[in-house]
Each structure stands twice: as C-alpha cells, then as structure tokens.
T-cell receptor
C-alpha cells in the first residue's frame, strides 16, 4: 500500500532557530502533498498545498515566509519552520496524494517543541 | 467556504451496541465526503468515502444532501473500534480536505 514517511518524528529546538521537516512518499509519486498542523485534541488544519516544481499554495492566515515549503521532487516535500517560537510548537502532519488511487495518504506526523 | 461539524467530542458505547458518529457539513456545491480514523499511536487513515458506497470494518455512511449529513454507523461496536474519527470534505473538483474536529469513540466492555 501507499506509505508516507516523515522525518524527524519529533524535534526540540531553541527559539529563533529553524527546523526542517521532511515528507516522503515511499512507493508512489506525488505531484501534490499537503501540510497540516494539529493542536492537542483539535482537528487538522491545512496549512498549505505543496506542488511539485512550483510554489506552494498557502491557506489564509499562514505566513509563507515563516513556513517555507519546497517540493523539489515527486517523492519529497519539506517544511521549514523559520525563526521558530514557542507558539509554533505543534504536531505537523503531511499527506501525499496518490493520483492513480485519487486518495491522500498521511504521514505519522512530527512533534515540534520550541523552547 | 466549506465547513465540517462533528458535534460530539467523545462518544462512549458498550461492546455490541450500535454506534452513530455524527457529521454535518456546509458547502454550496457538490461535495465529496470521507471518514478517516486514527487508532492510538497510529497515523490517520481513510476509513471510507461516500462515492464508494461500501462497508468497511462494518461501518457505513450515507450522504444525505437534504440534511447535509454524513453520519458514520455500525450496528455492533467492537472493542477494536475505539479510536479517533474525523469526518472530512473535499470540495468538488479540488484536492484539499477540510476536517471536522473529530470524535473520540470509546467502546467499553
């Protein structure tokens, strides 16, 4: 079945530093990937749609200069949280769309803690 | 803009009892509705979608356009059904999913 991985699974960083999170589709190519943010006991909020070879599309209220997204290949999208602050602490989840199956497959998530 | 509402944060039922997880949506066009499930310490995974009209793990869901609902049902709950369930909507022609706030289902023995 289609598998999506995320790395790292958790990260702790100091305030002001940048953190990169990778999302990989392991056995299929994904022209479109999505990045979500999930607060404790709350729903997934879509942050942006990552398109291979082009700029990401950000949802309203999401700072594109703070959350940099790069989708340089058909199997990899990265989310970089720049100049992280404690309020950026959250669970970040990616998904990749399998075009053939017309279905999104989700990664296991990355827990970011900013001190 | 589309919206998905799941009114119950927590639903607790006994094993063997019927289950109904409520989902209502707001969208002016023709939506595609999904139910996703997240078992403890596992990733989110698709349970079923309305266009498939299939039963997965004993669960069914019917899209009611008149009531703008897509409730998830199972006649006899099993312990392994305990999980977090999310209803999601995809606007017609798009790929983005809008999620509800989720319902934690707890099946007690």
């Amino acid at each position: 079945g289609a598998v999506v991985s995320q790395h790292p699974s958790w990260v702790i960083c100091k305030s002001g530093t940048s953190v990169k999170i990778e999302c990989r589709s392991l056995d299929f190519q994904a022209t479109t990937m999505f990045w979500y943010r999930q607060f404790p006991k709350q729903s997934l909020m879509l942050m942006a749609t990552s398109n291979e070879g082009s700029k990401a599309t950000y949802e309203q209220g999401v700072e594109k200069d703070k959350f940099l997204i790069n989708h340089a290949s058909l199997t990899l999208s990265t989310l970089t949280v720049t100049s992280a602050h404690p309020e950026d602490s959250s669970f970040y989840i990616c998904s990749a769309r399998d075009t053939l199956l017309n279905e999104q497959f989700f990664g296991p998530g990355t827990r970011l803690t900013v001190l | 803009a589309q919206r998905v509402t799941q009114p119950e944060k927590l639903l607790s039922v006994f094993k063997g009892a019927p289950v109904e997880l409520k989902c209502n949506y707001s969208y002016s066009g023709s939506p595609e509705l999904f139910w996703y499930v997240q078992y403890s310490r596992q990733r989110l995974q698709l349970l079923l979608r309305h266009i498939s009209r299939e039963s997965i793990k004993g669960f069914t869901a019917d899209l009611n356009k008149g009531e703008t609902s897509f409730h998830l049902k199972k006649p006899f709950a099993q312990e392994e059904d305990s999980a977090m369930y999310y209803c999601a909507l995809k606007a017609g022609g798009g790929n983005k999913l809008t999620f509800g706030t989720g319902t934690q289902l707890k099946v007690e023995l």
